[in-house]
C-alpha cells in the first residue's frame, strides 16, 4: 500500500494531551502577574499562599500545582522573570565573553535598585532558606557555571594562564561588580564599568608571549 493510499491518523489520537506540565503561555504570564500583584500590593512571601495566588491571576489551585511542584519553584520563577534575561555570548574572546556577563550583573544590579518587587523579594527570599536554596540552585549555579566555561575556554585558547584557578579567578572577577551593586547601593554603576574591571584583571593573567 503507497504512503498516498494510508488511512490518516485518527483525530483522537493526534489530539492527545501531553504527558508532562502543559504548557500555556497565557495561563502562566497570568499567575506570575498575579504573584507580582500581590507583592507590589507589599504581602509578603510567608503570606502568599498558593490558594490566594489563584485567585488573583483567576485560576484554580490544580493550575498552579501542574506548573509548579510549590510556592518555592513558582516564586524563583517570577524573580527570574523580573530579572534581566541571560546573555547571549559572543564567543569572540574571553574578554568579550566576560564583558558581557558583567554587563548583565551591572544591569541586574539597576534593575534590583529600580525595582521594588526585586529589591523585597531578594531581602525576603534571604530569611527563607528553602526559596533562596531553590533561587540559588536554579538562578545562581547556572550562570556561575557559564562564567567557569568561559574562562576555561579563554585557558585552552591560550588567552589566560593554565595554571589559574577558574573558581578564585571568577570570584575576583564578578567580586567588584557584586560589591558595588548588592553591598554599595549608593556606588555608581557607569555603563563602561564591565569593561574597567575586565580590562583590570585581564592585564595580570595573560600569559606572558601573549603581553604587549
Not at 483567576?58 to 500545582?65: C, S
Not at 523585597?120 to 533561587?135: D, E, G, L, R
Request: net charge negative.
Amino acid at each position: 500500500m503507497s504512503l498516498a493510499d494510508s488511512p490518516a491518523p485518527a483525530p483522537a489520537a493526534a489530539e492527545a494531551p501531553a504527558r508532562g506540565r502543559p504548557r500555556s503561555e497565557a495561563v502562566e504570564r497570568a499567575i506570575v502577574e498575579g504573584v507580582m500583584k500581590l507583592l507590589e500590593e507589599g504581602v509578603p512571601l510567608a503570606e502568599l499562599s498558593i490558594e490566594r495566588i489563584a485567585r488573583t491571576a483567576g485560576v484554580g489551585k490544580a493550575t498552579i500545582y501542574r506548573r509548579w511542584s510549590g510556592k518555592e519553584e513558582l516564586f524563583v520563577d517570577v524573580v527570574r522573570a523580573a530579572e534581566p534575561p541571560d546573555p547571549e555570548l559572543p564567543g569572540t574572546s574571553v574578554r568579550d565573553d566576560l564583558v558581557v556577563l558583567l554587563e548583565q550583573l551591572r544591569i541586574r544590579g539597576l534593575a534590583s535598585r529600580s525595582s521594588a518587587i526585586l529589591h523585597n523579594v531578594y531581602a525576603q527570599m534571604k530569611s527563607s532558606p528553602k526559596i533562596w536554596c531553590a533561587y540559588h540552585q536554579s538562578v545562581v549555579e547556572p550562570r556561575r557555571r557559564m562564567q567557569l566555561e568561559v574562562l576555561r575556554r579563554g585557558q585552552a585558547r591560550g588567552e589566560l594562564r593554565a595554571d589559574l584557578d577558574v573558581e578564585l579567578l571568577n570570584d575576583i572577577l564578578v567580586g567588584p561588580m557584586l560589591v558595588r551593586s548588592v553591598m554599595r547601593p549608593e556606588a555608581e554603576l557607569p555603563e563602561d564599568l564591565p569593561e574597567q574591571i575586565v580590562d583590570a584583571v585581564l592585564e595580570g593573567l595573560r600569559p606572558v608571549s601573549s603581553r604587549s
